[in-house]
């Protein structure tokens, strides 16, 4: 929009009700054949419609045209900008101009290298350095470049070995070898960054963790040191999502302390205590957040959101930085740490800024420097951890076993394979090596190949849709993200809903507030047999109930629990004379399949979409993909359509993304919107064009209000690094604030701000300077251009004054709604 207004509330009494509903007037003239502000025009500046995609040699405002340079200033449109510290031009594929984006803190600027330890079965954290794990890795390199492809070198480093040798045996083809086994991306190994580390935290809804990597050795992920506690058989590498403050709501612990702590708590003490479990949901669920959001304890007891979350990204933050001062004495804590934090890819933006607010609230860092944190969707981050993965590392649940019973040829050596797993895959081991280049699955894969990322959660499913771009290596969102709340809770309500119906859902209610401290330690005893549920078992699941549990009930209801079983006629599920529920594996089955049923469904809308067609890959992330009962859905579903695969340590494929994404955050380059964005704008009212009941007439002009005018549309392509511009005059020469209301829709045919399903979603703050001299009138008028980002995980905004080329502060906000 070129010349719009902004009304000041402090004008005339109609111009007070102009900027209280957000109004902007647009200048344009809808009758001039000429105006390219008209969206009637073909070459209107403003048609979302006619950008990004659309390939027109015609429209000069295409982005796609690797012809088209920048658009020039004052131009209302979608832009592709070239600015410092944003972007980059690089040559393409068949001479293309490809627009890379380097957002503030991306590898580019030299630092200080740290000293880390390998983490090693052998040996401590203080026995060795980088350049000593460097040289064992590369050792190993050596060792098994040697085996398999029988030549010596002159040195025993990788980077003296003469790259024109590998593969020069007969049968081997030199390029092809050296693309999947180690392929070395150059130019990316001599960047460095401004930042030393990179942490990434990620919060689960059922389980946490952190892990991080520096950035003068990118190709070593650490995790979090070891938890206490914990439960038999399970990797204690991630921690559950449990907080526990004191009753008068001081932090206590996190994790398995805080579980285990309140567990052993005296049943009328706990109900004083403040327990949080699986609070993540909250934040989905709640349509209308707020920074006043709070959450309930399962003592019935309510705290604001924000500080529950506080509390938990501060606990990992301060385990972080000990752990980073630890191996780096040196490191300073301020600015050298880029933090990361997983959301969901279908969280809305009120929910991400939420965590973002958390975040500073806990001191991860401050508002003023908010390119230290970024926000990791965990769909693509899992996307960018799978790119790295050799195919020993994945699980392909397509592949059927060979008719002779003999394991497949391997044409690669196994012994680097066996001696980089020993190092990867050790209980005792907390580092995991990375490709510097990409894996053998992606080496495969062409330019244009499609697939698609499950992430399932404890709490939700997310679905991805991606595609390789070569010779980048970067990745393209193909449809917007979808899921919804079908994660591993859905069983453990399933199976609450059972209790429900044999016990009374009255009782169960009184024992969750009577004695919450027992009905956790239920739960606990529930996620460990939910974990050994498999499609093949036929023996019965024995569900330990916790002693005051049974008493209770008999004090309730002046009966046992054994004859509740039997008059719930529940014929499924029995009475174990060692205090157990004996379930049969056809019960547990019946606990996944609402759940499951759902993924199930979700995924196969997904693949019917035109958009969505020759998926090639089904990667099944997450903590519930652990799950056998999901896996033999899911392969049973849609392994004839495509490969079925899971990542080993399918847990902790987001939080190694996470890391990776920090470290590069220009991996995925196009990304969809998830919604249509606009403002509220006047238009000059066109008689049979416009309903009367939008007319308004101002200074002897008809006008036509509540016009719905897009900044972009749901579902539509937007690069990383690509804006929206839009220029906004003050009301008045002294006016030293706007604010302009954002509105959403999920569709893209909205016409007007009052249409059904659209919703006033956000505000954009702009900070005006005062201008020099006050006292004079203004000299021609004020132009503030304000540049929105949408190609990015999270939607920011930046301004300027035309005038004085100054930034001026602005801010977006979506929680004051």
Known sequence: ??????????????????????????????????????????????????????????????????????????????????????????MGANSERCLTPSPPGSPGTPHDSCSIAPLTPSQSPDQQSISCRRQQRETLK????????????????????????????????????????????????????????VVAIDFGTTSSGY??????????????????????????????????????????????????????????????????????????????????????????KKMQALEVFAHALRFFKQHAVQELKDQCPSLPERDAIRWVITVPAIWKQPAKQFMREAAYKAGLVSPENPEQLLIALEPEAASIYCRKLRLHQLIDLSCKPPANGLAPDHSIDSSFRQAREQLRRSRHSRTFLVESGVGELWSEMQAGDRYIVADCGGGTVDLTVHQIEKPQGTLKELYKASGGPYGAVGVDLAFEKLLCHIFGEDFIATFKAKRPAAWVDLTIAFEARKRAAAPSRASPLNISLP??????????????????????????????SQGMLRMSSEAMSELFQPTISQIIKHIDDLLKKPEVQGIKFLFLVGGFAESAMLQRAVQAAFGHTCRVIIPQDVGLTILKGAVLFGLDPTIVRVRRSPLTYGVGVLNKFVEGKHPREKLLVKEGKNWCTDIFEKFVSVDQSVALGEVVQRSYCPA????????????????????????????????????????????????????????????????KVTAMDIRTSKTVRATIDFLSN
Not at 266 to 291: C, G, Q, V
């Open 1 to 90: 929009m070129v010349g719009s207004q902004v009304f000041d509330k402090t004008a005339t009494p109609a111009c007070s009700d102009l900027q209280v509903r957000g109004f902007l007037i647009s200048s344009h003239d809808p009758n001039d054949p000429n105006d390219l502000n008209d969206p009637n025009n073909p070459n209107n500046l403003n048609d979302p419609n006619d950008l990004n995609g659309v390939n027109d040699p015609n429209d000069p405002n295409d982005p796609s045209d690797p012809n088209d340079l920048p658009m020039l200033e004052g131009e209302a449109a979608m832009a592709m900008l070239l600015e410092p510290g944003m972007q980059s031009l690089q």
């Open 732 to 795: 008045r020469p002294g006016q030293r604030k706007t604010i302009i209301n954002i509105y959403c829709c999920a569709t893209d045919d909205v016409v007007y701000i009052t249409d059904p399903g659209v919703r006033k979603c956000g505000t954009i703050s702009l900070e005006l300077e005062a201008l020099g001299d006050t006292g004079s009138p203004a000299r021609g008028r004020r132009e503030i251009r304000a540049s929105m980002q949408f190609g990015d995980t999270e939607i």
């Open 547 to 576: 002693f005051s549990f049974i008493d209770f009930y008999r004090k309730h209801r002046g009966q046992n629990v054994e004859t509740a079983l039997k008059k719930s006629n529940v014929n499924f599920v029995k009475w174990s």
């Open 142 to 197: 050596v060792t098994w470049a040697r085996k398999v492809f029988g030549w010596v070198t002159r040195g025993d480093t990788w980077d003296e070995v003469p790259w024109t040798k590998i593969g020069s045996r007969e049968g081997q083809n030199p390029s092809l070898t050296a693309a999947l086994v180690f392929q070395r991306s150059e130019a990316r190994s001599q960047q460095t960054a401004s930042f030393a580390v």
């Open 211 to 300: 892990a991080f990597s520096f950035s003068s050795d990118p190709e070593a992920i650490h995790m979090m040191r070891k938890w206490e506690g914990g439960d038999p058989g399970v990797a204690n590498q991630k921690t559950p999502t449990s907080l526990l403050l004191t009753p008068e709501g001081v932090f206590h612990s996190f994790g398995y302390t805080a579980r285990d702590y309140y567990h052993d708590l005296d049943p009328e003490e706990a109900r004083d205590w403040l327990y949080f479990e699986k609070f993540k949901m909250k934040i989905h669920s709640t349509s209308d957040l707020t920074m006043q959001t709070e959450l309930e304890a399962v003592n019935g």
